[in-house]
């Protein structure tokens, strides 16, 4: 039977009901609330008012899951090759990149779980209830459907909350909805499918009251809350993997299988065809798997993504899964939230109209730093009588704090539009506190939703009295007769005027509102209705939004202009989202699609719809996560953007999700991969750049390693096919291998991003790492190094070299041409033949020197000698194993240079 309830009142749209039924509803008295005995049978029958803790995987499962990939797998397969080989300096090498990719794997992933802590924290911690008609401090946990809360301006909301009654009540709900302004609240039912943005008469938990007094009956705890709601939606979202993790999935597939293929077609061809001894047969096909095992490829990923998260913590993009490094740059879709992201979530004033001018404020949030301009011409209050006025009135009619922070940032304590009038008066020149000191409130009447305005009395000590007032252009319109100034130039008021002005700035996405006053008797202590009838001056209407960000509006250009589309969706108004996506150059001349319209769309409809859209207003958290899935399924690669708890589902669920580092919510920072340390939209146009050259350096990594072992396999299999005296022993294999792992191939890793590298649209999600191109170019490189080795031991041979010698300057070919292949590999398609191509790189360099020293100790040195069955070579052999190797190098240019040229007229032959 308890669970019925439960069930019932889970169901119950409580914003659909008078204050008084839903009391009623809920047997619970609104002057004495519940009593103690009720309290404690509900606590039993609801639980506790907090999330419950989800189940964790332990650390140690967590640490063996970083072993479940692929090219794990072949590294730990390559690690039991060496040893077999009784190659146990690389056998060492190979285990400890497997064991410190799982090391950064373990300590970078597996914190998506906490998310559920950080919204558990938002959870006020006591609350002033009404139990047995006295009021009690309690846990906020303790509280129980149908108790009495009784809230004051600062409060947490505790729970989800019916409104009873309410003075000048203002709520901050952007942790759930997005909307940057506070929301009027009134104790009025509303529609059973109002959004969750206009149910005025709730309050729900986390959110902030900025100002008012509320007394309200709890209907919903715990899970049951709307942050309970968006708690076990994220647990729901299922995370994805990153494209390039899947593009390493399926090339590790194909690599291993073909791996496996030549090892043992090598083994049946030359003990069945050719009559080798099944021992060296099977030794030789086990170094051609080691060979062809590019071993270095999850080391070089791993040191690749470290390196990119460095860059882009310098860029103040503070990386928390390391794959979404290189997720970044094949970002198509970025999803952004627009409070707080794409704006400040900071209210400013913009535009200024009095009966003769229109002004324009500079300057964005709560710093009072910019000016007031008329025609261009900066204005103060000194010398422009209208706008001195304007200041006092917007000081004085109003009740908000602005303080500076230890870390000299601007605090706003109070309503956003109170702060915005503040930091506006002081860009006139104005001094809140001397103005408030030599002009004290004697009486106010708060903002009450129904009345629309608000209006304080003040007197100057100087015998004169001054009523202003603040509210919504028609209730103030209503109470003027005149415009102009307090005491002089006034004229009658031009109704007509100021409602084209009004309409014109609600047009830019602008809220409107007006300041007026009168003059009143020295005598007059209090102010009341009566008072504020008629006899007022129209002082002016101030225009107000939550600006975008500046940098935003350049990062949206940079981020089209590399072929991503942005996506805005907010919880805010159709009108004022669409005007602020126009300042972005976002969903110019498209449609705005509405909270209510994605409900009315099936999965398949929204598929559609979701690529031709850009602006999204009234979302809420699912509609979010909608978009996203939408999206993906479309088969776009998502980043999102977001600072509050109803942005951390999407989060989760994107390709990569983005969170704020300063005034995100911790729900959004564990919930993402990426946390911008700055707020900065620009910062991920900068994360995008970084990504994009790292995977190009991931590409340049397997471009350089597959031809390098595909040229040792083919020296062997064309010896073996042949019936030739191996180039090559397994040893000598495996040296190559090491020398070329450990030196050359992570040089690339220090690539820096190419300077086109964000005016190429990004890569097509389902990309091959390998495309029929790049398998060219390794085959054709694997030729040449083959052609070179084998053809340079042929030589050897037939001069009467000994084996010994032969082999070595085999060995010394194929890593020869590695160092000059190296310097191709800097660039895919652009010529390396410049400073910059050829000396650009100091890592590439040192790479090479460290890579020669050791193969001339190889060749020169007794105990490498004895290892490996080398022998010296003399200065003319090195001639000609240099010759070799630059003959590569000149081959490798003139194909790229060919490819330009076949593919003159596009950008980037890839893309």
Not at 286 to 309: F, K, N, R, Y
Request: charged share 20%; glycine share 8%; proline share 4%.
């Amino acid at each position: 039977m308890p669970k019925q309830k439960t069930a019932n009142k889970r169901a119950t749209n409580w914003h659909t009901l008078a204050a008084a039924d839903t009391v009623a509803r809920l047997s619970s008295d609104r002057h004495h609330g519940l009593s103690s005995g009720e309290a404690r049978a509900r606590l039993k029958q609801y639980g506790r008012n907090r999330l419950p803790r989800p189940p964790k995987r332990s650390a140690f499962i967590r640490f063996l899951l970083q072993f479940h990939n692929i090219l794990i797998y072949v590294m730990l397969t390559a690690a039991g090759t060496t040893a077999m080989l009784g190659d146990w300096v690389d056998t060492g090498v190979l285990l400890a990149a497997v064991i410190v990719n799982a090391i950064i794997g373990f300590i970078q992933e597996g914190k998506a779980e906490q998310a559920m802590d950080a919204i558990r924290g938002m959870l006020s911690l006591h609350t002033t209830v009404i139990r047995d008609g006295k009021r009690l401090e309690i846990e906020a946990e303790k509280l129980v459907p149908g108790d009495i809360v009784t809230l004051a301006s600062g409060d947490k909301v505790p729970a989800d909350l019916r409104l009873i009654t309410g003075k000048s009540l203002r709520v901050n709900e952007a942790i759930l909805t997005g909307e940057s302004e506070a929301v009027e609240k009134t104790a009025g039912p509303v529609l059973n499918d109002a959004p969750l943005g206009e149910r005025f008469c709730m309050l729900f938990s986390g959110t902030l009251v900025t100002s008012g007094q509320a007394s309200a009956i709890v209907v919903a705890t715990g899970l049951r809350t709307e942050l309970g709601r968006i708690s076990s939606l994220l647990r729901q979202v299922r995370s994805t993997t990153t494209p390039l993790l899947r593009q390493i999935d399926r090339f590790g597939r194909w690599l291993a299988l073909a791996i496996v293929l030549l090892s043992i077609a090598t083994f049946i061809v030359g003990v069945l065809w050719h009559g080798h001894p099944p021992k060296e047969m099977f030794m030789m096909a086990v170094a051609l798997a080691a060979s062809a095992i590019p071993e270095g490829l999850p080391a070089i990923m791993t040191i690749t993504l470290a390196l990119g998260m460095r860059r882009m913590a310098k860029r103040h993009a503070i990386i928390r899964h390391l794959p979404a490094v290189e997720t970044l740059g094949s970002v198509t879709v970025i999803c952004s939230d627009k409070t707080g992201t794409l704006t400040r979530n900071e209210m400013t004033v913009q535009k200024l109209a009095t009966a003769d001018h229109v002004f324009t404020v500079s300057g964005v949030g709560y710093e009072p730093d910019g000016g007031v301009y008329l025609n261009g011409a900066a204005v103060t209050a000194d010398n422009c009588p209208e706008l001195e006025e304007i200041a006092r009135a917007a000081v004085l009619c109003n009740d908000a704090q602005l303080h500076r922070d230890a870390d000299e940032s601007w605090q706003l304590a109070g309503d956003p539009t109170e702060g915005a009038l503040l930091a506006f008066a002081v860009k006139t020149g104005k001094d809140p506190a001397w103005e408030r000191e030599k002009r004290p409130r004697t009486d106010a009447i708060p903002f009450e939703s129904e009345h629309r305005l608000m209006a304080t009395l003040h007197h100057d000590h100087k015998d004169n009295g001054l009523i202003f007032v603040k509210g919504a252009p028609e209730r103030i319109l209503e109470m003027c007769d005149r415009q102009g100034g307090l005491q002089q130039n006034q004229t009658t008021l031009d109704t007509g005027y100021w409602l084209r002005r009004a309409q014109a700035f609600a047009a830019d996405g602008l809220r409107v509102l007006a300041i007026a006053g009168k003059l009143v008797e020295d005598s007059k202590r209090e102010v009341s209705f009566a008072d504020l009838e008629n006899g007022f001056t129209l002082l002016a209407l101030a225009g107000i939004i939550d600006p975008p960000r500046e940098e935003a509006i350049a990062a949206v250009k940079t981020c089209v202009g590399a072929g991503i589309r942005v996506k805005m969706i907010t919880g805010d108004h159709v009108d004022t989202a669409q005007a602020i996506g126009e300042r972005l150059g976002i969903g110019l001349g498209k449609p705005t699609l509405s909270g209510a319209q994605i409900e009315a769309l099936n999965d398949e409809q929204l598929q559609e719809v979701v690529l031709e859209v850009d602006v999204f207003a009234r979302a809420s958290p699912e509609h979010k996560l909608r978009l996203v899935e939408a999206l993906q399924a479309a088969g776009q690669v998502v980043a999102m953007t977001g600072d509050g708890v109803n942005d951390a589902p999407a989060l989760k669920r994107a390709d990569v999700g983005v969170a704020m580092g300063l005034k995100g919510t911790e729900a959004a920072k564990e919930a993402s991969d990426m946390v911008l340390a700055d707020d900065n939209f620009a910062t991920i146009g900068n994360a995008v750049y970084v990504g994009r050259g790292i995977y190009d350096n991931i590409q340049k990594f397997i471009l350089f390693m597959l031809p390098t072992n595909g040229g040792e396999a083919l020296v062997v299999l064309a010896a073996i096919f042949f019936e030739l005296t191996l180039p090559l022993t397994p040893a000598q294999v495996l040296w190559i291998n090491m020398v070329t792992s450990s030196t050359l191939g992570l040089a690339l890793a220090f690539e820096r991003p190419e300077r086109d590298v964000m005016l190429k649209k990004p890569r097509a999600p389902k990309e091959p790492l390998l495309s029929w191109f790049f398998a060219w170019r390794v085959l054709m490189v694997s030729t040449l190094f083959m052609i070179g080795a084998l053809g340079l031991f042929l030589w050897e041979t037939q001069r009467g070299s000994s084996l010994e010698t032969a082999r070595t300057m085999a060995v010394s070919t194929v890593v020869g041409a590695e160092m000059f292949y190296l310097i191709n590999s800097r660039y895919i398609y652009k010529s390396v033949l410049s400073l910059e191509g050829l000396f650009g790189n100091a890592y590439v360099l040192i790479a090479i020197a460290a890579c020669a020293a050791l193969q001339i100790a190889y060749a020169h040195t007794g105990p490498m000698q004895a290892l490996f069955g080398s022998t010296g070579l003399s200065p003319n052999e090195w001639l000609k194993v240099a010759c070799v190797g630059f003959f590569i190098f000149v081959a490798a240019e003139l194909e790229k240079a060919v490819i330009r040229w076949l593919f003159v007229g596009v950008a980037v032959v890839r893309r």
